[in-house]
C-alpha cells in the first residue's frame, strides 16, 4: 500500500497514510481513530467472493423461494412473484422498493465491483472505472438483503399458523449472498484499487 493523504473521519485531521505492513494498522496521529488495516489479497478475495455472490444471486432469483403446503394442496412462489403481486395490489411504490433493494441494487453491485476489480487483477483498468467505483457507495446503502432477509423471517413465522412453508433454494442462497456481499465489503482495501489503478496502463 503506498502513502496516500487521507483525512480522519473522526476529528478531520488531514495527514499522509504511510505503508501498513502485514497485519498492522495506521491510526490517526491526533485522535488514534483506525485510517486503515492491512488486507492480504484484498482485491482476489474480494472477487472470488464476488463470483460466489453472482451464482448465489442467479439460484435466488432462478428457483423456489417458498413453497405452501395445506391440505395436500402445494403452491411455489418466486422472489419475483411477491413483487408482481404488490403491482397487482396496487402498491407499485412498496414493489418498486423490493425490487430495487433485493434484485437492482444488489445485482448493480457485485456487477460494479467485478467491472473495477476484474480489470485491476490483470493489471488493466477498465473505461471510466474510476467513476464506477465511487458510484458504488450511492449504490451500496440500497442493497438491504439482510432487511428483506427479515422480513421473510416475520413471514414465514406468521404463515406457520395457517399453512406449511417449505423453504426453498432461494432462501438458502439469500441467506449466503447476505454473508458473501458483507464479506466481500469487508474484505476490499479501497486503497489497494486505487494503487493498482496508478500502476496499471
Known sequence: MSEHVVACHECDLLQRLPAVPPGGQ????????????????????????????????????????????REGFIQQSHLATGIVQLFRQGMSGVAVLVALTTIIA?????????????????DRQAPGMFRVFRYLNVIAPWG??????????????????????????????????????AAASAALDPHEVWDRWEASP
Open 26 to 69: 495506521a491510526r490517526c496521529g491526533r485522535c488514534g481513530y483506525v485510517l486503515a488495516r492491512h488486507k492480504a489479497d484484498s482485491i482476489e478475495r474480494t472477487i472470488a467472493l464476488l463470483v460466489a455472490g453472482v451464482f448465489l444471486f442467479v439460484i435466488l432469483n432462478a428457483f423456489p423461494f417458498l413453497a405452501f403446503k
Open 144 to 181: 438491504m438483503v439482510e432487511v428483506f432477509m427479515l422480513g421473510v423471517l416475520v413471514s414465514i413465522v406468521k404463515l406457520a399458523k395457517m399453512a406449511t412453508i417449505v423453504p426453498g433454494p432461494a432462501v438458502w442462497a439469500l441467506v449466503g449472498l447476505m454473508f458473501v456481499l
Open 106 to 122: 444488489p445485482g448493480l453491485q457485485m456487477a460494479m465491483f467485478l467491472y473495477v476489480l476484474l480489470p485491476l487483477r490483470f
